[in-house]
Every structure is written in structure tokens, then in C-alpha cells.
């Protein structure tokens, strides 16, 4: 499975980014496709992720300024960021975790190369 991962770039604080995530390759069952984040020094947090079903889970401090669509038939998922705050600069991973289609138990994940997103003061 590769994830492409864009979108990412230089915004003000307030301002919005929209970045995209496809997949493609060996797909067979997806739980679920989102985001994390990981700034300079700091570990790697979760940012929201969204189920095939539509559940969604999101950080505390992404909670109103951040949403997570997804267009299942097209295996890509969105993270819309609005009111974006210096604190958000990092570098947002796409990820994806799906069954294994030979054993249908086993559970694989997977990682996009990352892409920069850097919010001004």
C-alpha cells in the first residue's frame, strides 16, 4: 500500500490548509485512514482518524478547528485546518491501518512520507 500525501505549505495564523491523502496498492479491507503530526523534538501525536464507517476521533486540541473527510471510493482521506496556530507547525503523516487479506484477523499499518506544514504568528 502507498499513501501520497499533499497539501502542506506555509500559512498564517487563522488561516486554512487542506491536505489530501490517497491510497493505492494492495487495499483490501481499510479500519481506518487519518492524520498525525510530529513536531521538532516532540513525539508523534495523533491528529484524527476516520473509520470506513464514518466514526471519527480526533485530539483534544484539534477538536472544532479540524475535520477528517474521507471519500471511501476513492481511498483518499482530507484533513481540513482551520484557525491554524503556530503550535500546528509539524510535519502531518497520513496513515492507514487495514486487515490482512490472507489471514482476515492480522492488522497492518502504514505511513505516507509526510509533508510540511508550518503556521506564522
Known amino acids: 500500500v502507498q499513501l501520497q500525501a499533499s497539501g502542506g505549505g506555509l500559512v498564517q495564523s487563522g488561516g486554512s490548509l487542506r491536505l489530501s491523502c490517497a491510497a493505492s496498492?494492495?487495499?483490501?479491507?481499510?479500519?481506518?485512514m487519518g492524520w498525525y503530526r510530529q513536531a521538532p523534538g516532540k513525539q508523534r501525536e495523533l491528529v484524527a482518524v476516520?473509520?470506513?464507517?464514518?466514526?471519527?476521533n480526533y485530539a483534544d486540541s484539534m477538536k472544532g478547528r479540524f475535520t477528517v473527510p474521507r471519500d471511501n471510493a476513492k481511498n483518499t482521506v482530507y484533513l481540513q485546518m482551520n484557525s491554524l496556530k503556530p503550535e500546528d507547525t509539524a510535519v502531518y503523516y497520513c496513515?492507514?491501518?487495514?486487515?490482512?487479506?490472507?489471514?482476515?484477523?492480522?492488522?497492518?499499518?502504514?505511513w505516507g512520507q509526510g509533508t510540511q506544514v508550518t503556521v506564522s504568528s
Open positions: 496513515n492507514l491501518v487495514q486487515t490482512d487479506a490472507v489471514s482476515r484477523s492480522a492488522v497492518l499499518e502504514y
Open positions: 496498492g494492495s487495499i483490501f479491507s481499510i479500519n481506518t
Open positions: 476516520i473509520s470506513s464507517g464514518g466514526s471519527t
